[in-house]
């Protein structure tokens, strides 16, 4: 059974950080390009960082450039965004994703609110 469970999610300040992982299981992980998504309330669900399967190269959204580091361990099945300088507008429930040719999958999601 295919599952991505990510967790670190809570209420944060602004300008505070706060690290999301997503731990994976039920199918080979290592050979998945690994993202988080976000999608604020009313708001389509936005691309915010990748990790490809083989060299570890990572791709971000231009919002979230040097502020946000997706990482990945291949051997605890693991995914990782440190999170830094958090804004408010950046209140969103942040998602795991997992994409190998036609295989796609989805965590259930973790809330991250950015508030004084």
Same mark, same amino acid.
């Given at each position: 059974?295919?599952?991505?469970?990510? @967790? +670190? +999610?809570? /209420?944060?300040?602004?300008?505070? @950080?706060? *690290? /999301? %992982?997503? #731990?994976? %299981?039920?199918?080979?992980? *290592? @050979?998945?390009?690994?993202?988080?998504? *976000?999608? =604020?309330?009313?708001?389509?669900?936005?691309?915010? =960082? $990748? #990790?490809?399967? !083989? @060299? +570890?190269?990572?791709?971000?959204?231009? %919002?979230?450039?040097? *502020?946000? $580091? #997706?990482?990945?361990?291949?051997?605890?099945? !693991?995914?990782?965004?440190?999170?830094?300088?958090?804004?408010?507008?950046? !209140?969103?429930?942040?998602?795991?994703? =997992?994409?190998?040719?036609?295989?796609?999958?989805?965590?259930? +999601? $973790?809330?991250? !609110?950015?508030?004084?």
């Amino acid at each position: 059974q295919v599952q991505l469970v990510e @967790s +670190g +999610g809570g /209420l944060v300040q602004p300008g505070g @950080s706060l *690290r /999301l %992982s997503c #731990i994976a %299981s039920g199918f080979t992980f *290592r @050979s998945y390009a690994m993202s988080w998504y *976000r999608q =604020a309330p009313g708001k389509g669900r936005e691309l915010v =960082a $990748t #990790i490809n399967s !083989t @060299s +570890g190269s990572a791709n971000y959204a231009d %919002s979230v450039k040097d *502020r946000l $580091t #997706i990482s990945r361990d291949n051997a605890k099945n !693991t995914v990782y965004l440190q999170m830094n300088s958090l804004k408010p507008e950046e !209140t969103a429930v942040y998602y795991c994703n =997992a994409v190998f040719l036609s295989y796609n999958y989805w965590g259930q +999601g $973790t809330q991250v !609110t950015v508030a004084s």
